[in-house]
């Protein structure tokens, strides 16, 4: 890890436009960005405790989905590059909720 406390892959993902969302709460849900993008990559900074995040292509759980995680321990999915069309809509539940970042475009 860099001196400045970040990690090589997410200097690399925000120098290429990527942008950040930092997520550390349980909800329902949350509207990251609406239109089409792209997710880039996911970094759980602290795991949640029985945990999943599910990333959905839309406004809502009504949406595709376009992935499911296991967020129970600490790791870093680079180069993902999932696109999405309508919306990146994402939920994150369990008993504790991860502290996780998703980089997007």
Known sequence: MPQNGIPVVLARAISNGATPYHYNANTA???V?????VVRSISINTAG???TLTLYDGTSTAGAVLGVWSVNTQYN?????IQ???GL????????APDATILYN
């Not at 809509?89 to 504790?96: D, E, L, N, Q």
């Open 29 to 31: 849900g949350y509207q």
């Open 77 to 81: 999915a680079t180069d993902l590059n």
């Open 49 to 51: 405790a029985t945990a």
């Open 89 to 96: 809509f994402m939920v994150a539940a369990g008993t504790t």
């Open 84 to 86: 999405f069309t309508t």
């Open 33 to 37: 960005k609406t239109g089409q993008g």
